[in-house]
């Protein structure tokens, strides 16, 4: 199965610790599968790449990526608080986000979303392509439009608790909490 992972941010280089566990649930479903993860570039990372299996294809959403301030650092919600160019980068980095996603989507079986960003973008693939979205939700802050029209648009829902799950007010939807993996944790 060819599956096109929608990630808002994903480990930049071996032994980055930047949302980690997107990286492990890709790294296991890539033993399988054919798994490509569309992902924002960051100051020093690749435009594509292998990594264990897993193809990574990263967008550049603003004219430097010197410049990029939404993505990475301390998270969407935080950057765009803190900073006017991470605001200004918003609608460049949802449209770059749609681009190189819509390149990938439409030769793969699925989409998978992680964080109502990418959920978002995800929606829209979903509709145009006719592809089916699961959605993998960690949090939720609080059901604002775009957490909402995610959960409502996807085929399938991924919660990490059941807090989750009953806080989401969705009742379809499967409640799989994050691993170990016991091979380094003994």
């Known amino acids: 199965m060819k599956i096109c992972c ?6 930049r280089y071996k032994g980055d610790h930047y949302l980690l566990f997107v990286y492990e649930i890709c790294k ?9 993860v569309i992902t924002p570039h960051d100051k020093e990372t690749k435009s594509s790449e292998e990594m264990n299996g897993i193809t990574i294809e990263r967008f550049n959403y603003f004219f430097l990526k010197s410049l990029h301030r939404l993505a990475y650092g301390s998270g969407m919600a935080e950057n765009v608080r803190n900073s006017l160019l991470a605001k ?4 460049p980095y949802l449209i770059s986000f749609f681009l190189k996603a819509y390149k990938h989507v439409k030769n793969s079986d699925v989409i998978y979303a992680h964080v109502s960003v990418a959920g978002f973008v995800g929606v829209f693939l979903k509709k145009i392509l006719n592809k089916p979205l699961i ?3 960690y949090r939720i802050i609080k059901l604002n439009f775009i957490n909402k029209f995610v959960l ?3 085929d399938h829902v991924i919660f990490i608790s059941n807090y989750l799950k009953d806080k989401s007010g ?3 939807g499967s409640v799989i909490p994050l691993g170990v ?3 380094k944790f003994k």
């Open 28 to 36: 296991r479903l890539a033993k399988n599968n054919y798994v490509t």
């Open 170 to 172: 969705i009742k379809y």
């Open 88 to 91: 200004i980068q918003v609608i």
């Open 152 to 154: 409502k648009n996807a």
């Open 6 to 11: 929608l990630a808002s941010s994903f480990p």
């Open 181 to 183: 993996d016991i091979e």
């Open 135 to 137: 959605f993998h939700s």
